[in-house]
């Protein structure tokens, strides 16, 4: 089976192409090495392996690599909300523009996942738990070309979506930003984590698990087909503070609440993803896990401040 993952040399990419080649898929990675020209050494090695240096929008020179696929998992995209209010018209254009030209050009046959993100879901109402049926309501520009996307995906012939939590863990291609990675590498290295509305609910997912969900819902098409799933480890649904105070557990830092001043990261919500969990699938890895791989990890580093903007 040959699988084409745009974007693949970024985080999660960087890992997804490594699980499935070591499942004896053909995989094919097209990407603009923007960020880590270096995150998929690893693989030339494997026969299985191709890539390709191409930004997406380039669509007619994507149409060959999009006819020989099986499976297409569009991962290329404008991360996180700064990078796009950063690049807005970039953000449409990767975000958006490109996944309906994918949609309505892929065959009825072929497997499509599509990795959108449980920021569309933005302020969830009184403490409410969101499920794949509760109302979309993003917050940034990051989260409306996502939902935007998704909602293309979902009116077209074999799709999946899965609605990704806040991914953490180590990667060939770090991401510092991320809120479980970032809050590891400053206990490390500045020992004093300062928060800002520090009661801001989120769902978190260790990016391997991520991995094991997109090869799950290969494996299993005939029930994931066509359908929406939200993707977290239920255990993980916390707020910052509790966060703080996990990794405190693991190395010695300082928490300090901040009164004044607020998050620009507005989201805040509980999620649930009961429905794959329904269907078979369980979280392998745990925060702990990813905070001891990500101590592992930045001892590693020199300069480990890597972010998408």
């Given amino acids: 089976m040959n699988i084409l993952i745009t974007g693949g040399a970024g985080y999660i990419g960087s890992e997804l192409t490594g699980f499935f080649l070591n499942s ?29 240096k191409l930004d997406v929008r380039r669509n007619q020179l994507l149409k060959k690599d999009l006819d020989w696929c099986d499976v297409i998992i569009p991962l290329a995209c404008l991360v996180g909300f ?44 009184g403490g409410s738990v969101c499920t794949e049926e509760s109302p979309l309501n993003p917050v940034s520009l990051y989260g409306q070309t996502k939902v935007d ?8 012939e074999g799709c999946c979506t899965l609605r990704l939590a806040t991914v953490f863990g180590p990667s060939s291609r770090a991401r510092t930003d991320l809120l479980v990675n970032n809050f590891v590498l400053k206990a ?23 991995c094991r969900v997109f090869e799950f819902v290969v494996d299993n ?19 910052k ?28 919500y509980i999620v649930s993803s009961q429905k794959i969990y329904d269907l078979g699938f369980q979280c392998k890895y745990d925060l702990d896990d990813g905070i001891k791989q990500l101590l592992t990890m930045y001892k590693l580093i020199d300069e480990p401040w890597y972010a998408n903007y």
Avoid at 38 to 47: A, E, H
Avoid at 191 to 209: A, G, P, S
Wanted: proline share 5%.
């Fill in 24 to 52: 004896g898929y053909k995989v094919k990675v097209v990407d603009t090495l923007e960020y880590e020209p270096t995150s998929l050494l690893r693989y030339v090695g494997n026969p299985n392996f191709d890539f390709e």
């Fill in 82 to 125: 700064p990078l796009c209010d950063k690049k807005p018209r970039e953000a449409v254009e990767v975000n958006y523009e490109i996944n309906r030209w994918i949609a309505e050009s892929k065959r009825d046959d072929q497997i499509l996942i599509y990795p959108c993100t449980n920021s569309g879901y933005g302020v969830s109402v």
């Fill in 188 to 210: 490390l290295k500045e020992k004093i984590l300062v928060l800002y509305e520090c009661e801001f609910m989120r769902n978190y997912v260790h990016i391997w698990d991520i």
């Fill in 221 to 239: 098409w005939n029930v994931c087909k066509n359908e929406t799933f939200n993707v977290g480890n239920d255990s993980i649904n916390m707020n």
């Fill in 149 to 156: 996307a998704e909602k293309v995906y979902q009116k077209t």
């Fill in 241 to 268: 503070l509790q966060l703080a105070q996990k990794i405190q557990e693991h190395i010695p830092v300082e928490i300090i609440q901040a009164e004044f001043n607020s998050d620009p990261d507005k989201r805040d």
